[in-house]
């Protein structure tokens, strides 16, 4: 462990409620996880910096439909962007089990800071490179996807095991506002100053992540078992998340929801452009995305309150079917006043599914292979995301963006009737 080891819990952890000076939280609640000063540390400093990362995700779609005028130019920037989650989060995983996870996620920032100056330089020429562009994207989603397990897999060492729950329900929460924030800050900036000024942003906010990280206590990593080759532990996730009738569910529902369903998150300026009439170089682009984003947020935040006392694995199945009723009217319209309520409770469907599903992973996982595990979740969830897109990207020449946004939402239907987690393991 990388920030101090986890302990097990003693005997007044097992009670219903936690003791903050003369307040009271409900054991698994957001309220009980904020509690703990390492988390809010953390939290804190990652979700400052995930203001500029969604800033710089969101803008590059549009940056680059505006640069090119191209869907498939747009799913091949998101896929430099998230691809690398597929190919080397198990490397990020093993290492995240292997060495000191604080000292790993502080390089990794440094890398994706750096990485992020040399976009804004680029951008700001006349006539910048697109396979530049491409290339530079594809360094800081190496950074992002060598990090993103270590960051999953600290949760447990910053909050005891009965406050997991909240802890992952604020995890969720500060990935979405910051999706919320990120684009209500970049996109007027961007329609007035351009891309490159938010690039140099976002590089900034990379400071307070790794100021977050130095703040905590330091304690070691995992020790690798006896005898392992660092070829089987690679491959040692795959084995034990196949073995596991509930990981190998949860995963699979996560990855075949995140390639055909998620297609929208990617091509988004495509959506806004074609069926809303909305610049994706506008605030009003800025402000749908920002209003998807709070709905995401407000519906991670629910799982760990108004529903912190639900079976998060009962919340997967009538989560699926109301994303996919959203996702199938957010498809049809064709004007753009009702696209931002409907993109609001659309996000909030979404991630009260992804956020019950990753608790359902955190608090059924080993701590010994939770780094790797979690790679898996990451690839699950970020890697196939990219796939899909790059898909989707062709297909909208091909059928048209409506077509592929009815399509995700059928498959999300059919996933709300295998995502019975209940009768594969997980607590009813």
């Known amino acids: 462990m990388i920030l101090r080891r986890f302990r097990t819990p003693a005997l007044e952890d097992a009670t219903d409620a936690i003791l903050d000076g003369d307040r009271t939280f409900v054991r698994g609640t957001a309220q009980a996880a904020l509690s703990h000063r390492d988390f809010r540390v953390v939290w804190g400093g990652t979700f400052a910096s995930n203001i500029g990362t969604w800033m710089q995700n969101v803008l590059l779609g549009a940056y680059g439909y505006e640069l090119t005028h191209s869907a498939s130019f747009v799913g091949l920037l998101f896929f430099a962007q998230l691809g690398p989650l597929l190919v080397l989060s198990p490397l990020g995983g093993m290492l995240a089990d292997l060495v000191d996870r604080r000292r790993l996620l502080i390089w990794m920032q440094l890398e994706q800071l750096a990485f992020s100056l040399v976009l804004a330089t680029l951008a700001a020429a006349a006539h910048p490179s697109r396979t530049a562009i491409v290339a530079c994207v594809f360094a800081i989603g190496i950074g992002n996807a060598l990090s993103a397990p270590a960051l999953s897999a600290i949760l447990p060492t ?3 095991r009965p406050d997991l729950a909240g802890a992952v329900s604020l995890q969720s929460v500060q990935m979405n506002l910051s999706r919320a924030v990120g684009p209500a800050i970049g996109a007027p900036l961007y329609s007035l100053f351009g891309a490159s000024p938010v690039f140099v942003l976002n590089a900034g906010t990379y400071l307070f992540a790794i100021g977050s990280l130095l703040a905590v206590h330091r304690a070691s990593a995992t020790e690798p078992p006896h005898g392992e080759s660092l070829g089987a532990r690679l491959l040692s996730g795959f084995r034990i998340a196949w073995r596991d009738r509930l990981i190998r569910r949860v995963l699979l529902t996560m990855t075949t929801f995140s390639f055909f369903s998620l297609v929208f998150v990617g091509l988004m300026p495509v959506l806004a452009k074609t069926n809303l009439d909305i610049r994706p170089r506008s605030a009003a682009y ?21 529903f912190a006392a639900r079976s998060k694995a009962r919340l997967v199945r009538p989560g699926l079917v109301a994303f996919a009723a959203l996702l199938a009217g957010f498809a049809a319209l064709r004007a753009a006043a009702p696209a931002y309520p409907v993109a609001f409770v659309l996000g909030f469907a979404y991630f009260v ?22 790679a898996l979740w990451v690839m699950s969830f970020g890697g196939s995301v990219p796939l899909g897109v790059l898909a989707g990207g062709y297909l909208v020449h091909v059928t048209s963006i409506t077509a592929v946004l009815v399509a995700g939402a059928v498959v999300a239907v059919c996933l709300a009737l295998y995502a019975d987690l209940v009768r594969v393991g997980a607590p009813g």
């Open 158 to 160: 910053l909050v005891p």
């Open 286 to 306: 800025g402000l749908l995305y920002a209003t998807f984003g709070l709905g995401a947020a407000v519906g991670a935040i629910s799982v760990g309150t108004l």
């Open 353 to 374: 599914v992804i956020t019950s599903l990753s608790t359902v992973l955190q608090e059924h996982v080993d701590d010994v292979a939770r780094g790797r595990i979690m």
